[in-house]
């Protein structure tokens, strides 16, 4: 018994020490020792070699498929070819009629948003082009072959084995470490002194957090970092989104006040740092919310305002629709692209499908997270412009920095209607087409 507790305590104490002076501190100091770089790399070999075994998979199955296509009968081959023929026919013929019958028009219109839904899309998690050895992303491909099948069982050994308990620690000495540093800090009174001292709690507090998930983040673009008195705004994929932009600089958070442990992690950190936090009442009260971050905004030696206008977490292949209310505060807007690396990990939070352990779950139990972080160049409120056109702007700038689709649609359609402004517009669209039918048939 006694040697059982002699390497338990072995193996506890060469946890911490891998914990402590590998992990922890280079990520205090902003260091980095090349670890993560080199599993990356690794992974991205194994991930190579899985996708070329089930490549050549696929190709011989295609190939014996080709060859049962010869051996079929030529006439149920006419017949195919005959009746594809009829349906194109049809088509034709649905086209044309819709010109003139109202039903008809309305159900093409719905069948194409059916094929080509641009919205509900976006609220699930991203299609992957290859496996990455995920069961969560393909529950057949680890039975396809015994040499798969054995990459993916180590895998989930190392995934769950190893590296789940190492970022659990990591994630509760972060969290732990930002509630007693932010406490503390709390106590001084208001000076420069306080306000570093808060910065480098916070900074050091997301960096932990950070290398408790693995993350690899490339920054871009760093002369453009969001400045103190300014609002920095960007695409919203997950809950991390916070931890990946804090850890290149400290931000002021914006958001409802929470009850249970994140409460508790909300009221710490209103002590040292003036984040705005608001009521359920106050969230409801636009006027009260914009004057609360004015208020912010003006003082320009407060942290710059992070906030992500969409409202909600999109799929990591979009942007949606910016609320107006984040632009008409004034000031200057710092616009940031975020981009996930899906091969690693679906870092997308679909919210009606996992509550936040489950997500957090998944996420420890990922490979890594991959991201790219881009700032682009500040942006202003532009003579003529109004707040909506502005947001606008900056939406299709991120967009088109990190290659995500730029969509008009409102985020709000996760869990709300179709606003009457959204069927206004098609109602109009089809009465145009009305007028000019029979402005045709008048001539």
């Known amino acids: 018994?006694?040697?059982?507790?002699?390497?338990?305590?072995?193996?506890?104490?060469?946890?911490?020490?891998?914990?402590?002076?590998?992990?922890?501190?280079?990520?205090?100091?902003?260091?980095?020792?090349?670890?993560?770089?080199?599993?990356?790399?690794?992974?991205?070999?194994?991930?190579?070699?899985?996708?070329?075994?089930?490549?050549?998979?696929?190709?011989?199955?295609?190939?014996?498929?080709?060859?049962w296509l010869i051996f079929k009968n030529s006439k149920m081959t006419q017949n195919l070819s005959k009746m594809i023929q009829?349906?194109?026919?049809?088509?034709?013929?649905?086209?044309?009629?819709?010109?003139?019958?109202?039903?008809?028009?309305?159900?093409?219109?719905?069948?194409?948003?059916?094929?080509?839904?641009?919205?509900?899309?976006?609220?699930?998690?991203?299609?992957?082009?290859?496996?990455?050895?995920?069961?969560?992303?393909?529950?057949?491909?680890?039975?396809?072959?015994?040499?798969?099948?054995?990459?993916?069982?180590?895998?989930?050994?190392?995934?769950?084995?190893?590296?789940?308990?190492?970022?659990?620690?990591?994630?509760?000495?972060?969290?732990?470490?930002?509630?007693?540093?932010?406490?503390?800090?709390?106590?001084?009174?208001?000076?420069?002194?306080?306000?570093?001292?808060?910065?480098?709690?916070?900074?050091?507090?997301?960096?932990?957090?950070?290398?408790?998930?693995?993350?690899?983040?490339?920054?871009?673009?760093?002369?453009?970092?969001?400045?103190?008195?300014?609002?920095?705004?960007?695409?919203?994929?997950?809950?991390?989104?916070?931890?990946?932009?804090?850890?290149?600089?400290?931000?002021?958070?914006?958001?409802?006040?929470?009850?249970?442990?994140?409460?508790?992690?909300?009221?710490?950190?209103?002590?040292s740092c003036p984040h705005v936090w608001f009521e359920r009442s106050e969230m409801k009260d636009r006027h009260a919310v914009t004057s609360r971050l004015r208020a912010h905004v003006a003082a320009k030696t407060k942290l710059p305002i992070l906030i992500f206008p969409e409202g909600t977490c999109i799929n990591n292949t979009s942007v949606m629709m910016f609320k107006k209310g984040s632009f008409e505060i004034g000031g200057t807007i710092y616009p940031v692209a975020i981009k996930y690396d899906p091969r690693f990990g679906d870092a997308f939070w679909n919210s009606s499908k996992f509550n936040m352990v489950n997500y957090l779950l998944r996420m420890m139990t990922s490979w890594a997270i991959v991201v790219n972080v881009w700032y682009l160049p500040p942006m202003t409120l532009q003579d003529g412009e109004d707040a909506a056109q502005f947001a606008n702007r900056v939406k299709s700038a991120i967009a088109h920095q990190g290659g995500l689709l730029d969509l008009d649609w409102d985020g709000g359609l996760k869990r709300g209607k179709v606003k009457d402004s959204f069927k206004e517009e098609q109602q109009k669209m089809y009465s145009s087409l009305i007028v000019g039918h029979n402005g045709i048939n008048n001539l």
């Open 1 to 67: 018994m006694e040697d059982l507790w002699s390497v338990a305590a072995a193996v506890f104490q060469l946890w911490m020490f891998v914990v402590v002076f590998l992990i922890m501190l280079p990520a205090m100091f902003g260091l980095s020792l090349g670890v993560t770089g080199v599993y990356i790399q690794v992974l991205v070999k194994i991930l190579e070699v899985t996708n070329h075994t089930l490549l050549t998979i696929k190709n011989t199955e295609a190939h014996f498929n080709s060859l």
């Open 86 to 271: 009829d349906l194109c026919k049809m088509s034709r013929n649905l086209s044309q009629m819709t010109k003139d019958l109202d039903v008809l028009f309305f159900c093409k219109k719905g069948l194409e948003s059916i094929v080509d839904d641009q919205v509900t899309q976006r609220f699930s998690s991203e299609e992957l082009a290859s496996w990455n050895l995920l069961t969560r992303t393909n529950q057949n491909f680890r039975y396809i072959s015994l040499r798969l099948t054995i990459i993916w069982g180590v895998g989930v050994f190392i995934r769950y084995g190893v590296l789940f308990p190492l970022r659990f620690t990591l994630a509760i000495i972060g969290l732990s470490w930002l509630v007693i540093g932010t406490t503390l800090v709390g106590f001084l009174p208001d000076s420069s002194v306080k306000n570093w001292l808060s910065e480098l709690v916070h900074l050091t507090c997301y960096r932990i957090c950070a290398r408790g998930l693995s993350a690899t983040v490339h920054y871009h673009n760093k002369e453009n970092r969001p400045q103190k008195g300014g609002i920095c705004v960007a695409n919203h994929t997950t809950p991390i989104d916070v931890v990946i932009l804090a850890n290149d600089g400290c931000y002021a958070m914006v958001g409802q006040v929470h009850g249970g442990l994140l409460g508790v992690i909300q009221r710490s950190m209103v002590r």
